[in-house]
C-alpha cells in the first residue's frame, strides 16, 4: 500500500501534505504524539484505536517533524518529493522509507537514528 505517514504540529503543514496525497492518490497517516512509542509497521492499520505504546518514550523528549514512506515505488516517491517543493510546502530534514530493518522500531528510535545519521553527513 502506497503511504505515507507524517508527525508534525504545523497544521497548515499538514493540510498541505494532506492536499498534496489526496492528489497523488496517496493515504495518508498522521502519527499522534501518543503513538511515538509505537513501532512503524503498526502504524495505519485499520486498528487505530487498539495502538497502544510498546515503549515509553522518554519524558522531555521533543520530536521533530517526520515523514515516512511506505511501499512507495521510486517514481512515485521522487514524484512526491518533486510536488511537496512545487507546492511550496515548509521542507521536513527528517524523511526514511519505511523498510525491514526500520519497521519494527518505535517511531521515536528511528527518529533518532535519522538525527544520529544526519549529523555525521552534516
Same mark, same amino acid.
Request: hydrophobic share 40%; proline share 6%.
Given at each position: ?53 510498546? +515503549?515509553?518514550? #522518554?519524558?522531555? /523528549?521533543?520530536? @521533530?517533524?517526520?515523514? =515516512?514512506?511506505?511501499? $512507495?515505488?521510486? %517514481? &512515485? ?19 526514511? +522509507?519505511?523498510? #525491514?530493518?526500520? /519497521?519494527?522500531? @518505535?517511531?521515536?528510535? =528511528?527518529?533518532?537514528? $535519522?538525527?544520529? %545519521? &544526519?549529523?555525521?553527513?552534516?
Amino acid at each position: 500500500m502506497d503511504q505515507i505517514l507524517i508527525y508534525t504540529k504545523n497544521n497548515e503543514k499538514r493540510t498541505q501534505i494532506a492536499e498534496l496525497c489526496s492528489m497523488m492518490e496517496l493515504s495518508l497517516y498522521i502519527i499522534t504524539p501518543q503513538e511515538l512509542g509505537c513501532p512503524v509497521a503498526l502504524l495505519g492499520e485499520k486498528k487505530k484505536k487498539q495502538l497502544k505504546s510498546s +515503549v515509553q518514550v #522518554p519524558a522531555l /523528549y521533543y520530536q @521533530p517533524d517526520l515523514i =515516512l514512506f511506505n511501499g $512507495l515505488s521510486d %517514481e &512515485a516517491l521522487d514524484n512526491f518529493l518533486a510536488f511537496y517543493r512545487l507546492k511550496g510546502i515548509e521542507p521536513t530534514a527528517l524523511k526514511a +522509507v519505511v523498510t #525491514p530493518v526500520n /519497521y519494527s522500531w @518505535p517511531v521515536f528510535e =528511528l527518529t533518532k537514528e $535519522l538525527q544520529k %545519521e &544526519a549529523k555525521e553527513l552534516g
